[in-house]
């Protein structure tokens, strides 16, 4: 505290910062500047939500041997989705869907499926949902195949605003929208196919994106550069917004951070939950018959650049971007939408009474006001 009274000005006057505008200084020590203390302790206490939804095409088998493999053991060979989320956040938090024997098939993720996790660091509590998603693209016919996504996260949405417009809000609402999208690439080497640019396109309008090479060990060093600059081509030519945007509030170091990041974009990765010993270390990697790839080594793949990124830098911009920008277009489109679909309804019929404002729900193909119970954002957007 002393050091907080000695950096007091005794006289009480006023000072111009061309900056900041009028500043009147203190004649002691108040307390306020504890606030950033009180703030954290408050939001400790009630710990934060992220989300994470995990979308993929179905991994498209590339080598003839491969191949022959796939005919063999017929069935979905994941694209390391589940693997990396545990490598990620270090736990065992979703199970892996690969064989655990040569002769053992495939297991496919068929539905959509949110599972929750507590997670506690250094005092830190983090309530983790990872919602994984059946590889897309693997039907017949692929004619709105993004839709089940789409309609998922708008959903999350349409409960968040359903809550927050009800009458007796909660005081914390429980929070499910997705705050990321980590979209797996398969590592074919090619380039990205029609419906993964349709998809992207599609998810950048509701979710904050970030593309990633799945399984990037498949790929040689001069394969995966290749491959990342054929896909940063696509991704700039079809115009696909990205995480991380610019914002008018960035400053110089945020610029250049955002910058670094997008260079990376899309990440390549390899995920493993195995321990495996390293020059007498044990690290995190995979054997392969040409020797070992450590998940953690930059010089292998670009898994700690992801990881600081994600968990270390943008956790908290990725929770505020999805409100400032995901959640505050779909809240305006719904109240604009219902605001017209009441215009509309009082030109038809004069109303004896005006119509609710909290808690119903405007169907945008229709515009006719739901009941939240019928909520449904099939013809969202
Ligand atoms: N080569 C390689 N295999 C991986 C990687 N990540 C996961 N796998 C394997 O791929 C199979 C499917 O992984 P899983 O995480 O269940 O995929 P998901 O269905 O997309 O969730 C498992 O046998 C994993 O061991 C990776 O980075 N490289
Ligand atoms: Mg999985």
């Known amino acids: 505290m002393s050091t907080r009274m000695n950096s007091m000005s005794s006289n009480s006057s006023k000072t111009n910062d061309p900056k900041a505008g009028l500043y009147t200084q203190l004649g002691g020590y108040v307390g306020f500047d504890s ?38 053991f017929p069935g979905e060979s994941g694209m390391g989705k589940s693997t990396f989320v545990n490598t990620l956040f270090s736990a ?87 705050h990321l999208c980590l979209f797996f690439i398969s590592p074919t080497g090619h ?93 995190r990697g995979r054997k392969t018959r040409w020797g070992a790839i450590n998940v953690e080594d930059p010089e292998h793949c670009e898994f700690v650049q992801l990881r600081e990124f994600i968990t270390r830098s943008h956790l908290q911009d990725l929770i505020e971007t999805t409100q400032h920008r995901h959640y505050e277009s779909f809240r305006s489109q719904q109240i604009m939408a219902f605001t017209n679909a009441s215009q509309h309804s009082s030109r038809i019929a004069r109303p004896t009474s005006p119509p609710s404002h909290h808690g119903s729900y405007t169907s945008l193909s229709t515009g006719k006001p739901s009941s939240p119970g019928s909520m449904s954002h099939h013809n969202l957007g």
């Open 35 to 72: 606030i950033s203390e009180q703030i954290q302790k408050k939001f400790l206490k009630r710990g934060f939500h992220l989300n994470i939804i995990l979308v993929g095409k179905r991994y498209t088998f590339f080598l003839l041997f491969q191949l022959l493999i796939f005919l063999w």
């Open 92 to 178: 065992h938090l979703l199970d892996s869907k690969g064989r655990t024997s040569s002769a053992q098939p495939n297991r496919k993720t068929v539905n959509i499926e949110p599972v929750s996790h507590v997670l506690k660091e250094n005092g830190v509590k983090l309530r983790l949902t990872i919602v994984d998603t059946p590889g897309y693209g693997d039907q017949v016919n692929n004619e709105r195949c993004w839709e089940p996504i789409i309609t998922y996260i708008k959903d999350q949405h349409g409960a968040y605003l359903k809550k927050e417009l009800t009458a007796t809000r909660d005081r914390f609402i429980e929070d499910t929208r997705i």
């Open 191 to 283: 380039s990205l196919k029609p419906i993964d640019i349709l998809v992207l396109q599609k998810l950048v309008e509701v979710v904050n994106v970030v593309p990633v090479i799945a399984k990037s060990d498949c790929l040689t060093p001069a394969e995966k550069i290749a491959f990342k600059n054929r896909i940063k081509t696509e991704i700039e030519y079809h115009g696909i917004n990205l995480y991380p945007y610019a914002s008018p509030e960035d400053d110089d170091d945020d610029r250049e951070i955002n910058q670094a990041i997008r260079d990376f974009l899309p990440f390549a990765i390899v995920g493993s939950e195995l321990l495996i010993d390293v020059d007498g270390a044990k690290v």
